[in-house]
Nanobody, 115 residues
Framework: QVQLVESGGGLVQPGGSLRLSCSAT????????MAWHRQTPGNQRELVAS???????YYSDSVKGRATISRDNAKNTVYLELNSLKPDDTAVYYC?????????WGQGTQVTVSS
C-alpha cells in the first residue's frame, strides 16, 4: 500500500520561506502526476501547484510567482517551495500522487504564517 509522508511545515513569519516535502513509501510506480493542495477550516481543498511526469507545472493564482514545485523521480518525492509567505498562506497542505499504482493523499502538514 502506498503512503505519502509530508514534512517541512511549521510556523513562519510573514515574508519568510519554507520548503515542503512529500515522499511515497511502499510499492509505487509510474507516478505521472504530483500536486500540492491546501485547506483552511470551513473551506474546500484548493489546488496550489502540480507537476506532471514531463515536468509541466501549474500554479494557482494565489501562489504564482512565489511558489516552485519540483520532483525527484528517483526518490518518489515532490517538493513545494513557498516564498514571500503571507498570513493567507496559513493552511494545512496536502500532497497528492496519481500513478499506475493508484492515487494517494498525504496526511497533511500545517503551515502557519504569523508574526
Amino acid at each position: 500500500q502506498v503512503q505519502l509522508v509530508e514534512s517541512g511545515g511549521g510556523l513562519v513569519q510573514p515574508g519568510g520561506s519554507l520548503r515542503l516535502s512529500c515522499s511515497a513509501t511502499g510499492s509505487i510506480f509510474g507516478i505521472y502526476f504530483m500536486a500540492w493542495h491546501r485547506q483552511t477550516p470551513g473551506n474546500q481543498r484548493e489546488l496550489v501547484a502540480s507537476i506532471t511526469s514531463s515536468s509541466t507545472t501549474y500554479y494557482s493564482d494565489s501562489v504564482k510567482g512565489r511558489a516552485t514545485i519540483s520532483r525527484d523521480n528517483a526518490k518518489n518525492t515532490v517538493y513545494l517551495e513557498l516564498n514571500s509567505l503571507k498570513p493567507d498562506d496559513t493552511a494545512v497542505y496536502y500532497c497528492y500522487f496519481d500513478s499506475d499504482s493508484g492515487r494517494a493523499w498525504g496526511q497533511g502538514t500545517q503551515v502557519t504564517v504569523s508574526s
